[in-house]
């Protein structure tokens, strides 16, 4: 029992940058997703079926494939990453921000699949009222549209936090495996797999990373719940 609860200070920074780099994706996809998913709930263009479908081949494509194309994309001699290292010294590989942009890309599209639907749950005749009495489209998104579609959108960002603690496949292509770099809690348990005798620190590590997300998972269920008895 003592080798299972004596987690180490490696441990500690894995668990703290894995929560760190969900947390931060998180952030970065709730603009992202709110504009996405309000765009594809209410709006009708052409090529909207190839725009959602663009969008969920994160969900389908096995992440590595993901993480490769990041890596063509944004690494050192990557068509984009290659003249943000040249001109303006960014490196956007192995890193801190590799972590963050493998995590949201491979999120993302969870959150909009979900607060699309919340979306479009809403009924457009209470926009439309809205904006009779005045109110502006962005007034009305903000003060109508957003707080009844927000259990929709606060799930989406959960669903979104959870994959990010359980990414692996883009994170290790394009991060990298990096000890006290861009080690998470995934890529560490992968790691101590291949070490015979470290099964305590697989299960301590599976264990934490289990009640991580349970952890939000419950919180957002109490927050609808709460939000249905407000609403009666």
């Given at each position: 029992m003592d080798s299972f609860l004596s987690i180490s200070n490696q441990e500690l920074q894995v668990i703290w940058l894995t929560v760190k780099v969900a947390l931060v994706s998180t952030v970065v996809t709730l603009p992202i997703a709110l504009f996405i998913s309000y765009a594809l709930a209410r709006k009708e263009f052409k090529g909207k079926v190839f725009v959602e479908s663009l969008i969920s081949i994160p969900l389908v494509a096995p992440p590595v494939v993901t993480g490769y194309i990041l890596l063509l994309l944004f690494g050192t001699?990557?068509?984009?990453?290659?003249?943000?290292?040249?001109?303006?010294?960014?490196?956007?590989?192995?890193?801190?921000?590799?972590?963050?942009?493998?995590?949201?890309?491979?999120?993302?599209?969870?959150?909009?699949?979900?607060?699309?639907?919340?979306?479009?749950?809403?009924?457009?005749?209470?926009?439309?009222?809205?904006?009779?009495?005045?109110?502006?489209?962005?007034?009305?998104?903000?003060?109508?549209?957003?707080?009844?579609?927000?259990?929709?959108?606060?799930?989406?960002?959960?669903?979104?936090?959870?994959?990010?603690?359980?990414?692996?496949?883009?994170?290790?292509?394009?991060?990298g495996n990096i000890i006290g770099k861009t080690q998470t809690i995934s890529l560490m348990i992968y790691s101590n797999m291949q070490i015979p005798g470290n099964e305590w620190r697989v299960t301590r590590l599976v264990v934490i990373s289990v009640l991580i997300s349970l952890i939000a998972v419950v919180v957002s269920e109490i927050y609808n719940k709460k939000k249905k008895y407000l609403a009666k």
């Open positions: 001699n990557g068509v984009i990453g290659k003249y943000l290292s040249d001109w303006f010294g960014i490196k956007m590989a192995f890193n801190f921000v590799a972590l963050v942009m493998a995590s949201t890309i491979v999120s993302l599209p969870l959150s909009i699949r979900t607060m699309k639907t919340s979306f479009e749950l809403v009924d457009p005749n209470l926009e439309y009222a809205s904006m009779t009495l005045g109110a502006s489209k962005r007034s009305t998104f903000f003060r109508v549209t957003l707080p009844l579609a927000l259990p929709g959108v606060i799930s989406g960002l959960v669903l979104s936090f959870a994959r990010c603690l359980g990414e692996f496949g883009a994170t290790i292509t394009f991060a």
